[in-house]
């Protein structure tokens, strides 16, 4: 079982670029979110989705677009980077039924924006 | 959702149990208690959760007072693996809601001592 899965590990884009990070769960996940970390601060959302098709924004969705065409992924796109994203990014996943109410991280995704 | 107030630090003796305190005085009755830990560089991974009752599973305890308004997540016998930073979560478990969300504030970095 892999669980979440995000690729790239590292990714470093000069100003401007474009790219995406790609999220994969393979737990039948109904619930997918997005964070990003800065050093000294907590995970801050950015996006969130509840079921394929359905997205919505979270605490700092500026400059991020995501979309939910299937249940097992959940892409993050920057379509112009800035410096101002260079973060740590982390995809997470968690069942939409039962009370678990546990979220399932990925290991992340280091971006560096030049 | 309600606020948490974790000390910024704490340290513990390898072998002893490392005790880590959470205030949430605006809590409301329905919302939960979650604690979260993230290892250097790795995603945040579930540790615990609770409403009123103390809690117990194979990793940590979690006595919520009987106010509700604090609580102490326990781990037995801290390992130098258990470094990590501790996040408290309050929030609200819509076990089939339109959406969910955890706000991580910035935690407590407990470092277990050789």
């Known amino acids: 079982n892999a669980g979440v899965t995000q690729t790239p590990k590292f990714q470093v884009l000069k100003t401007g670029q474009s790219m995406t990070l790609q999220c994969a769960q393979d737990?039948?996940?109904?619930?997918m979110s997005w964070y990003r970390q800065d050093p000294g601060m907590g995970l801050r959302l950015i996006h969130y989705?509840?079921?394929?098709?359905?997205?919505d924004q979270g605490e700092v969705p500026n400059g991020y677009n995501v979309s939910r065409s299937t249940t097992e992924d959940f892409p993050l796109r920057l379509l112009s980077a800035a410096p101002s994203q260079t973060s740590v990014y982390f995809c997470?996943?968690?069942?939409?039924?039962?009370?678990?109410?546990?979220?399932?991280f990925g290991e992340g995704s280091r971006l560096t924006v030049l | 959702d309600a606020k948490t107030t974790q000390p910024t630090s704490m340290d513990c003796a390898e072998g002893r149990a490392a005790n880590l305190p959470c205030n949430h005085s605006?809590?409301?009755?329905?919302?939960?208690v979650y604690w979260y830990r993230q290892i250097h560089s790795q995603g945040p991974q579930y540790i615990i959760h609770?409403?009123?009752n103390n809690e117990t599973n194979e990793m940590a305890s979690l006595i919520i007072t009987e106010d509700r308004k604090s609580s102490t997540l326990i781990l037995p016998h801290a390992t130098l693996r258990d470094t990590a930073v501790y996040y408290c979560?309050?929030?609200?478990?819509?076990?089939?809601?339109?959406?969910?969300?955890?706000?991580f504030g910035k935690g407590t970095l407990l470092t277990v001592n050789p």
């Open positions: 989705s509840v079921g394929a098709g359905i997205t």
């Open positions: 737990m039948n996940h109904e619930y």
């Open positions: 979560i309050v929030r609200v478990l819509n076990s089939g809601g339109s959406n969910y969300k955890l706000t």
């Open positions: 997470a996943s968690r069942t939409g039924t039962g009370i678990t109410g546990e979220l399932f």
């Open positions: 609770g409403l009123k």
């Open positions: 605006t809590i409301s009755g329905n919302e939960y």
